[in-house]
């Protein structure tokens, strides 16, 4: 039999853990089957063909205003056609600085973007995966490269995430329970 202290210190820390259980059961939303079945973000498709070499990975800035590489550099010839990622709308197509941008809004918060890509695409105008919205034009990498870049509610995220080359964490125990 346990002494009383540890009996009741055994007890408080079952209930907390399934009261943990209980409230991470609640908050947690149920994974999609692409989710539960691969253990990652359901995936886009690639916004070039193949191959599919990143010549320059995603670095994530410090601050929102510190340095950084919001993005990936996908290698890609010059005049190549460049594939909406996911079904969404034009949100821009603009000159920005000195570089031609396609911007896209998606479901669930996602914009990607797209540069040097040269477009007839207007803002509003509907895509659907796989559809051509561009072509790869010349001005970002020392070689022909079409930068890809993810934002998730505003904030710049890895665009791997969504292609399926990040999967998810998964926290171990560091010691037997018990």
């Given amino acids: 039999m346990l002494p009383p202290i540890t009996a009741a210190r055994t007890t408080r820390l079952s209930c907390l853990a399934i009261l943990l259980a209980l409230v991470l059961a609640l908050v947690s939303p149920a994974p999609s089957t692409a989710e539960s079945a691969t253990g990652a973000t359901p995936q886009w498709a690639w916004p070039v063909a193949s191959p599919h070499r990143v010549v320059r990975p995603y670095l994530a800035p410090e601050t929102a205003y510190s340095a950084g590489h919001r993005g990936i550099d996908i290698a890609s010839a010059t005049g190549a056609p460049v594939f909406a990622p996911d079904d969404g709308i034009v949100y821009f197509f603009g000159v920005v600085v000195d570089r031609p941008v396609l911007s896209i809004r998606h479901s669930g918060g996602l914009v990607s973007s797209f540069e040097p890509v ?61």
């Fill in 118 to 178: 040269e477009s007839t695409l207007v803002a509003g105008t509907a895509v659907r995966r796989g559809d051509a919205v561009g072509t790869t034009a010349a001005g970002h990498c020392a070689i022909a490269c079409l930068h890809f870049g993810v934002r998730l509610f505003g904030e710049y995220v890895s665009p791997l995430n969504y292609l399926g080359g990040i999967p998810w964490s998964v926290l171990l125990p560091t010691r037997a329970l018990g």
